[in-house]
């Protein structure tokens, strides 16, 4: 997600997108989980360990800044991004049509459907055949849950993309996901940072 470069750039405000249920539900605010559960901490975000579940660290080259978490689950594969957002508006509704538009970029189509968690985008992107081989797509899912002054992205892919069963449980894993915005002042859009899970709270086994 690019910085704004332009002053008529700078988007109006939109509307929260989010379940009603979100505070009770999840996905959670700090201020909303509950304090005795084993979270896996990753710094932005806590992860819930349970059976079969294995997470993985998105490593930026360059500067080895930690720029994503991947769930491994259910045959599928989830990857989340924290942001910071706005206390009263919205990112989602905007980040929707520029996903839509990145991906049309690459030759590949989105569909935006209600979902789980509200608008969703169904994108069929382009991935690179080897020499001599046709090349396919990808079906992937992007999911967006705006927070408290916190926006969550998510990425599905693999069975949960198509399949209702694997699908619900890709989505009772975002829904247990806790956000953590903390109280540094941060840019809208800038990326909640995040780090390797600390020892006290152990990893979960793949």
């Known amino acids: 997600m690019s910085e704004i470069d332009n002053i008529d750039d700078i988007p109006v405000d939109q509307p929260k997108s989010a379940p009603e249920d979100r505070a009770e539900a999840g996905p959670f605010d ?10 896996v901490d990753l710094g932005g975000v806590k992860v819930l360990p349970r059976d079969g579940l294995h997470v993985r660290l998105e490593v930026e080259e360059g500067t080895k800044r930690v720029v994503a978490i991947g769930l491994d689950y259910a045959n599928s594969t989830l990857q989340v991004q924290p942001f910071a957002a706005p206390r009263t508006s919205g990112l989602w509704h905007e980040i929707r049509a520029q996903i839509a538009d990145q991906i049309a970029r ?6 935006v459907r209600d979902g789980a968690f509200g ?14 081989q046709a090349g396919h797509q990808r079906l992937a899912r ?5 927070g408290p002054r916190w ?3 998510g990425v599905i892919a693999g069975e949960a993309a198509v399949d209702p069963a694997a699908a619900a449980k890709i989505e009772d894993l975002f829904r247990s996901i806790v956000v953590v915005r903390g109280t540094t002042p941060m840019p809208p859009r800038d990326l909640i940072p995040l780090r390797m899970p600390t020892a006290a709270t152990g990893t979960p086994t793949a």
């Open 30 to 39: 700090e201020s909303e989980a509950n304090p005795v559960r084993p979270y």
């Open 106 to 111: 690459q030759g590949g189509t989105t569909t």
């Open 119 to 132: 608008p969703e985008v169904l994108a069929q992107i382009p991935v690179a055949a080897a020499e001599g």
């Open 142 to 146: 992007f999911i967006g849950v705006d």
């Open 151 to 153: 926006f969550l992205r």
